[in-house]
C-alpha cells in the first residue's frame, strides 16, 4: 500500500475520490502496482455500464472531476519507462478481468504525470492552466496592472476566510446562482450532498467569502495540501461583478498562502480549449509565469465490447455520437426543444479532448 503521505496532491487522496464517487453515481477503487524500481499508485471511480445499451454487468471507469490520473512514487527517472510499461501490462489484465471496457482519464497539470502514459493511452491536450508562484518577495508584481490596481481600492470590501466551512450553505448558493448567470452545462450544477460531504475532506479545504455592503456577493472553495493550494470552485452573484470580490479573494488567497509557507495557488484554466477562452484570459492576469498543460487520456480495453456498446448506444439514439466524445456509448444527445438531454447516465459524460 501506498502511505498517505506520499500522495501528490488531494485530488489523490481517498477523501477526495469518495466525494466525487457518490456524485459520479460510482464506486471508488484504487490500483497499486508495486515492484522494486518503484510502484505506481490510480485512483478511479467503477461504474456499471447501464443494462439499456447492453452493458450486461459489465464496467467503464474514469478518474474524479478535477485532476488525478496513475502516479509514479518513488521511481528513479531512469526506470519511469519500465515502470509505466510494467503497470500498463497489470493493469489491462486487471480490467480485462473485471470486464472493464473503457478508462477515461483526467491527468494533473502541474505533475504532468500524462508524459508518462502518452505510450500506452491516447493522450490529447485539452487546455492550459494558470497558477500563481507564491514564493516570490513582491507577489503582487506578476499581477497584470489592472489586478493591482483593482486590489489597492478596496476599501469596500471585506474578506473572510472560513476555516470550519461555517458558511457552506452560501457558498452553494452564490455558486449556483454563478453557473445559472452563466449558462452552464447540467454537469457543474453539484447536488446539495456533494456540498454537505465536504465536511469530510477538513482540513483540507477551505472557503473564503467577499462581502460587500453587508453582503457575500463572492465566494471561492479552496484546496490545500503539501505546498499547493487549489481554486477548486468559485461563484460570484450576476448583480455584483462590479464588487471585483472575484479579484479581491485570489489576491487575498494568494497572501494569505505565501504568508503560510504555500508555494502555488493553481487557479484552474478556462471554460474551453480554446486559446482566447475569456476565463483563462482572466486567469492570466494573475502570473506572469508559463501555462501548465492539461490533458485527458482514453483507453479501450475491451475492443469487441465497445464496438457493440457504441452500436447499441447509436441504434437508440438515432444517429452517430461525435467521434471526439469518449466513451461514445454515453454521448449526450444535442438538446432539443422537448427532448431528453442525454441518453444514458446524463450526470456524467466523459469531456470532449
Known amino acids: 500500500m501506498i502511505e498517505p503521505s506520499k500522495l501528490p496532491d488531494f485530488y489523490f487522496t481517498p477523501a477526495y475520490g469518495e466525494l466525487n464517487a457518490a456524485f459520479e453515481g460510482g464506486k471508488l477503487e484504487t490500483f497499486v502496482h508495486e515492484t522494486p524500481r518503484g510502484s505506481v ?40 519507462a519500465w515502470l509505466a510499461a510494467s503497470y500498463a501490462d497489470a493493469f489491462s489484465a486487471f480490467c480485462r478481468e473485471r470486464r472493464i471496457v473503457s478508462e ?31 514564493t516570490p518577495d513582491d507577489l503582487f508584481a506578476q499581477f497584470k496592472r489592472n489586478q493591482r490596481r483593482i486590489l489597492r481600492h478596496q476599501e469596500d470590501i471585506e474578506v473572510e476566510f472560513d476555516f470550519d466551512m461555517e458558511k457552506l450553505d ?23 450532498g456533494y456540498f454537505e460531504a465536504l465536511e469530510a475532506c477538513k482540513p483540507h479545504c477551505f472557503l473564503v467569502h467577499a462581502r460587500y455592503q453587508g453582503a457575500i456577493v463572492s465566494s471561492r472553495l479552496v484546496f490545500r495540501y503539501g505546498q499547493t493550494l487549489h481554486d477548486h470552485l468559485a461563484g460570484t452573484r450576476p448583480d455584483c461583478y462590479k464588487a471585483n470580490g472575484s479579484t479581491t479573494l485570489i489576491g487575498h488567497v494568494a497572501a494569505w498562502g505565501k504568508r503560510e509557507g504555500y508555494t502555488r495557488f493553481h487557479l484552474g484554466g478556462g471554460t474551453t480549449c480554446a486559446a482566447d477562452d475569456s476565463l483563462l484570459s482572466y486567469k492570466s492576469e494573475f502570473s506572469s509565469g508559463p ?63
Open 41 to 80: 499508485y490510480h485512483m478511479f471511480i467503477l461504474r456499471t455500464i447501464p443494462d439499456e445499451i447492453g452493458g450486461d454487468g459489465s464496467f467503464d471507469i474514469s478518474t474524479p472531476y478535477g485532476y488525478g490520473g496513475p502516479v509514479l512514487i518513488d521511481c528513479e527517472d531512469g526506470d519511469r
Open 104 to 134: 477515461f482519464v483526467r491527468f494533473h497539470p502541474l505533475l504532468g504525470n500524462a508524459e508518462d502514459w502518452k505510450p500506452h493511452m491516447d493522450v490529447r491536450f485539452s487546455r492550459h492552466t494558470v497558477a500563481i508562484d507564491l
Open 170 to 192: 452560501v457558498f452553494e448558493s452564490v455558486y449556483r446562482e454563478a453557473m445559472q448567470a452563466l449558462g452552464a452545462s447540467d454537469y457543474y450544477f453539484f447536488p446539495h
Open 291 to 353: 501555462l501548465y498543460d492539461y490533458h485527458m487520456g482514453q483507453v479501450v480495453h475491451d475492443e469487441a465490447a465497445y464496438r457493440r456498446l457504441c452500436a447499441r448506444a447509436n441504434e437508440i439514439r438515432g444517429e452517430e455520437a461525435s467521434g471526439c466524445f469518449f466513451p461514445g456509448y454515453r454521448a449526450v444527445r444535442p438538446k432539443r426543444p422537448g427532448s431528453e438531454a442525454a441518453l444514458v447516465d446524463a450526470r456524467k459524460p466523459e469531456r470532449k479532448a
